[in-house]
């Protein structure tokens, strides 16, 4: 009965993975989380396709009940780096090289190389074992204990994966907050929820390798299938602040005098921008950042940051949302019944929960709501 029931879900699981992986990369938006996540999604799909196969078309019942099998742990290594590398692609895209992917991949190189080398090399045995008392039994040989050295790579990675992605969310936030007007355009609150749900996996991958079964990978298959199908809708409806039009934009330098730098016009950019900002009012428009600030000033991403830090002192989103929300208390006294669903799509927001919120920080707690009956009341 279980056998035919991880038949089923290994089926469901490759069909699902294999086509999230299809439509990921045809449609990916200049986003190269989506391509990454395209690849782990067909590994995975991949992977599963070969069990289903083995479990229909042969008798692979013991390979159900080894333990701590190499080919296993491996695939297990390999998983863990495209989980490594696929929150970089979304905290901070701009810093992953090539290089760097080769770096993250160096680990499981090593572990393939030493073990089949040495194998190979001095013609070592290999077992196989069903229970942890024989494996202990063996633990003097290379191609046993290397197992657990192996394991603790593949550990390595889960551990680093989360001190990487702690690391970066900061970074990521102060990225959003220096570039874009509305920060929950591309919010990454679910972020915590992918490493909880990265842990799971891992712990019960954990517990197939030591307590092989039918019950222990039908539970492991059930919750990654789970995680890689709530990964994929998560993705899927994110927008992404590192797509390409966003990182090779390129800036309309604006003719200068001769002897003429940044530090010397500073005063002269802040002061056109000041103008620019109240006269015509770009940060009513949806889609306003700070590629049309470097755009009407002709300055590159870092200068046109630094006009806001440290001529209005405070980041590009929070110069936006001050001036969006002193907007939208304008149109409130004006008209107090107006709808806040209109007031948040005339100030450029994204939806009225955006506004709602950008609108109660401003305002210490004051809701629109509360707002527009207070204009209402002294009118």
């Known amino acids: 009965m279980i056998e035919t029931l991880l038949s089923l879900i290994l089926c469901i699981s490759s069909t699902i993975c294999l086509w999230s992986a299809f439509l990921l990369a045809y449609d990916w938006q200049g986003c190269r989380q989506r391509r990454w996540l395209a690849l782990v999604l067909f590994l995975w799909g991949a992977g599963w396709t070969a069990r289903t196969y083995g479990l229909f078309f042969g008798d692979t019942a013991h390979r159900y009940t080894i333990i701590l099998p190499p080919g296993l742990i491996l695939g297990g290594i390999l998983a863990s780096f495209t989980f490594l590398v696929w929150p970089m692609t979304v905290l901070n895209a701009p810093r992953l090289r090539p290089r760097r992917i080769l770096s993250f991949l160096l680990p499981f190189i090593l572990c393939i190389v030493i073990y089949y080398g040495m194998i190979a090399a001095f013609r070592l045995p290999r077992f196989e074992f069903t229970s942890m008392a024989s494996l202990w039994s063996h633990i003097g040989y290379f191609s046993v204990w290397f197992r657990l050295v192996m394991c603790a790579c593949l550990l390595g990675y889960l551990y680093y994966t989360i001190r990487l992605v702690r690391r970066y969310i900061g970074r990521y936030n102060r990225y959003v907050e220096e570039n874009f007007a509305e920060y929950e355009k591309y919010t990454i609150r679910w972020m915590p929820r992918y490493l909880l749900g990265l842990v799971a996996i891992s712990v019960l991958f954990f517990v197939n390798l030591c307590f092989a079964s039918y019950a222990t990978l039908l539970c492991h298959n059930v919750v990654s299938c789970l995680f890689l199908a709530w990964l994929t809708a998560k993705v899927m409806v994110y927008n992404s602040p590192y797509a ?17 730098d940044f530090k010397s016009r500073f005063d002269v950019y802040l002061r056109q921008i000041k103008t620019w900002l109240v006269n015509e009012r770009p940060y009513l428009r949806a889609d306003f950042n700070l590629k049309d600030v470097m755009a009407f000033a002709g300055l590159n991403r870092t200068y046109a940051s630094k006009i806001f830090n440290d001529g209005f002192g405070k980041s590009f989103i929070f110069v936006v949302r001050e001036l969006r929300i002193d907007y939208a208390r ?12 209109d007031v948040a799509a005339l100030c450029g927001y994204s939806t009225p929960q955006a506004f709602h919120k950008a609108f109660v920080f401003c305002n210490d707690g004051l809701t629109p709501g509360q707002y527009a009956r207070r204009a209402a009341a002294t009118e």
């Open 244 to 260: 390409a039009d966003n990182l090779n934009y390129a800036v309309p330098e604006v003719p200068k005098a001769a002897g003429e």
């Open 330 to 341: 304008r149109l409130i006294d004006s008209n107090p019944a107006v709808s806040m669903a």
